[in-house]
């Protein structure tokens, strides 16, 4: 089967992306990333993929204004321009309206450093340092046209600390971020990855394939 082509959509540092790019040079992975597009000029993630040898491609989302559609037009265009099967967004900081969440439905990837439903939304660290949760983790899911809602695909689970600030709850989410969201795409891009009832179901041991938990980080 072929590999499915694969857009990384990000705004900042791009971690995540990196963390595909690297599972993505192991020949046996399903899926190449072929673009990764940013609304930010300034991203730093855009050196990193254009040192990684990818075509790293910019839409700024400020010459659009308030008309979000006009700017996901032009997402869009690139997207098919580069004939992309699937778009991950890693960090990738724009609110996305119906029409382009609608045409990726079930294609469209995010990484949420939650374990979703619990704090959706920014700040996630510090909200669940205060809320006192003992388990915190990230989350991937296919976008829907609610933010940090969707069909959820893996998760990771963390301890957290008593002694945790958010930047050191951070770093070990992350760090659990960069494992899942290869392994979520790789499930996806297998074709393994059924949606039924707003859940996904994963052919073949969803328990070990699916969920990740880190008591040792
Ligand atoms: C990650 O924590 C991700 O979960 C969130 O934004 C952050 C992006 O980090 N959506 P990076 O740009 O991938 O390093």
Not at 17 to 42: G, T, W
Not at 173 to 180: P, Q, Y
Request: aromatic share 4%; hydrophobic share 50%.
């Amino acid at each position: 089967m072929s590999k499915k082509r694969v857009a990384v959509l990000i705004s900042g540092r791009g971690s995540n992306m990196e963390a595909l790019i690297e599972a993505a040079r192991d020949p046996k992975f399903p899926a190449e990333i072929v673009l990764a597009l940013s609304n930010r000029p300034d991203a730093q993630g855009l050196a990193k993929a254009r040192a990684a040898g990818l075509a790293a491609e910019i839409v700024d989302h400020r010459p659009f204004g308030a008309d979000r559609e006009a700017f996901e037009r032009a997402v869009q265009a690139k997207l098919e321009a580069n004939r992309v099967d699937l778009v991950c967004l890693a960090g990738f900081m724009r609110v996305l309206t119906p029409w382009l969440v609608g045409r990726w439905e079930n294609r469209m990837l995010n990484i949420h450093p939650a374990l979703l439903p619990s704090f959706k939304g920014v700040h996630t660290h510090e909200r669940a340092l205060a809320a006192g949760v003992k388990i915190h983790g990230a989350t991937v899911h296919f976008v829907a046209p609610e933010m940090d809602s969707g069909p959820i695909i893996a998760q990771a689970a963390v301890p957290v600390h008593e002694s945790d600030t958010p930047e050191v709850l951070g770093e070990r989410v992350l760090a659990v971020e960069h494992h899942i969201y290869p392994l979520a795409l790789k499930l996806v891009a297998e074709g393994r990855v059924r949606v039924a009832d707003g859940r996904c179901f994963i052919d073949a041991a969803p328990a070990r394939d699916a969920a990740l938990v880190a008591p040792s980080v």
